[in-house]
């Protein structure tokens, strides 16, 4: 691995650990799908080394990526703090915030992205660019050779006009872009492939925990493991919903003796987070069985132990991204109520992997029904189970890179 | 043991999905989207979505039928979709046509329900693929039976569902070759009439293991 990384940030993750988990012929499957590959240049480039999804992610894919032969970089944007200002800003009216573009903020995109079009590597086969950050360095791209790929992690099915429009004529020049949900995509001249995000099943959050260990740390919380347990891990965000979850709870417990815990973070560190919070106290009224727990940011373990403890895992969500504690749940085989939001159809199929619901009282009804048919309930959980190991694992993510860049060469990597 | 006259390769396939743009958000954009998209689109959300549910042996059968269900509770219209057997088809054409047909006869017989808001819109995808030969050739049933044993879910789609469309023939790549190559029409039946739908990939190969087991002229 080259770049201006600090390379101790990297995992050294292999192929060969997934195998008890997924078995030899899907690990040879994807070396196979490497071969023609073998020693071909795949940069990627994003705006932050540590921090962050896009970085967790790539942490976690280029040893991988390694480990079947390609010869990987992963280059990080330098910028100043205005231009770390500004992708915030086009960052949050992506996602339909609003804000009033001015010009200046475009000319310092361009001016930085300018200044960084060294670290564009020109014999590289395929250079992948993580979100907007980076998109106007395909200006780099002097001649044809090898194929520009920009990678979009963010949801863009409502932008701001003036900041899309103005990415767009970067976005346009590439040779195809990825999207993590239709939903999330737009209309563009250039091929758009569908790659869903994908968690780890070795990181801490979602690796077996022994049961003692999950016992122990959830009653450390103060929650009775013999008790049915409902479970929403989240923020604490209005977009997620935690009232609404307190409100479904309420009708469940007229029916069953079950507890409700409500993990997550963002409350100390935003103004928004803390009243959220205040709101979902005051909901609760004083309910012990009401588990409010705030969170540290990076709390693997704790958030793996909740998930695994609980009876149902909720996700009540108005508006998500694509939601991936909905797969976190469901590799540990536990039934999922949620909303249809987001990318969360795409994880919870209803009837077969997980519930769907559209409204407080449909949530409680769905969690009513499962608690009341725990064979049904172990079913949504196991075809959950395996709808992750198909669609949103680590190595999923591999197999789609591995089989655009044989694509983009015309399908035999020659 | 009988050697066959042409050896049967492996090959893997992975499907890359592709964005079409297209969505429906009710009945009528539905039945406009079956006729516009592509062949790789009917392909992704029916042969495809077969592979990808495959662990789902229980009223599973195809994208559209699962969107009018969960999405528009219109489950009269949704067993039909769902009864749609990709075995019975050798072209993407006829399929379509068929898919087509019913969503046309249903919103003709229920016009109130064709603009119906759906919960969440079907958004058309499509299929595509790229194949890799794997280092894996079998000359025999013994040898075909120890790769089969090792084969990936991915690798055994392609071979016995994917290549129904591509052999037109009505039958799949291992019937193909026990018929053509080893001569054993009855084990090429008998291995094609496994049921795609019951069965997950994982118990489809047991199945087909078994036979193969089973044949007197292994």
Known sequence: ?414 | MKTATQPFQFVTASYLTRINNQKATNLDELRLGLEHTSDESIFYHTFQSLGRHHFLTEGFSNDFAQWTLAALNRAQLAEQLAGVDIRDYTSLADLRGDLHRMVTDYCEAHPRDTHQCAFEPFYFCESVVVTVPLASHAHTLAEFREILMRLSHASFYNHFIASRLRLQLGTNDFSHWFTDSLDLPDLARRANRIDIYTNTLDSARDELVSLVDREPNR
């Open chain 1, 1 to 414: 691995m080259t770049g201006t990384l600090d390379e101790s940030a990297v995992s050294t993750q292999t192929l060969d650990q997934y195998v008890p988990l997924l078995g030899a012929a899907e690990i040879d499957e994807l070396r196979a799908l490497a071969g023609p590959l073998k020693g071909r240049r795949v940069q990627m480039v994003n705006s932050t080394a540590v921090g962050g999804g896009v970085a967790e992610m790539l942490t976690r894919l280029l040893p991988l990526m390694t480990d079947v032969g390609l010869a990987i970089s992963w280059d990080v944007l330098a910028g100043g703090p205005d231009f770390f200002e500004v992708t915030k800003a086009f960052h949050n009216a992506l996602h339909g915030a609003p804000y009033e573009a001015k010009s200046a903020d475009f000319e310092i995109f361009r001016k930085y992205n300018e200044q960084n079009r060294p670290l564009v590597r020109r014999e590289a086969d395929f250079t992948v660019m993580h979100d907007p950050q980076p998109a106007a360095l395909i200006d780099a791209r002097t001649d044809h050779r090898g194929h520009w790929i920009w990678r979009c992690h963010i949801d863009l099915s409502r932008p701001n006009r003036s900041v899309w429009e103005f990415l767009q004529k970067y976005i346009a020049r590439y040779d195809g872009a990825i999207f993590s949900s239709p939903e999330f995509s737009r209309q563009l001249p250039i091929p758009q492939y569908l790659f869903y995000p994908s968690i780890d099943p070795l990181a801490d959050k979602n690796k077996e925990l022994e049961p003692d260990l999950v016992r122990a740390i959830v009653e450390n919380f103060g929650i009775d493991t013999r008790r049915p347990i409902l479970t929403q891990i989240s923020r604490f965000d209005r977009l997620k919903d935690p009232v609404g979850v307190v409100r479904a709870y309420r009708i469940v417990k007229r029916y069953f003796d079950c507890q409700l815990v409500l993990a997550g973070g963002g409350a100390s560190d935003d103004p928004e987070g803390s009243q959220v919070l205040a709101e979902v106290r005051e909901e609760g009224n004083g309910d012990q069985d009401i588990h409010i727990l705030e969170l540290p940011a990076a709390a693997p373990l704790e958030v793996n132990a909740l998930q695994r403890a609980s009876t149902i895992v909720i996700q009540k969500s108005l508006r998500e991204g694509f939601g991936l504690t909905v797969a976190e749940a469901l590799w540990k085989k536990k039934p999922v109520v949620a909303a249809a939001v987001g990318g969360i159809p795409s994880q919870v199929i209803h009837k077969h992997t997980g519930l769907l619901a559209h409204s407080v009282e449909g949530t409680a009804y769905q969690i009513r029904y499962l608690l009341s048919h725990p064979s049904l309930a172990a079913r949504l959980g196991e075809q959950g189970h395996e709808h992750v190991r198909e669609q949103f694992l680590m190595t999923g993510n591999l197999k789609r890179y591995l089989s655009l860049f044989l694509h983009l060469l015309g399908g035999n990597g020659k």
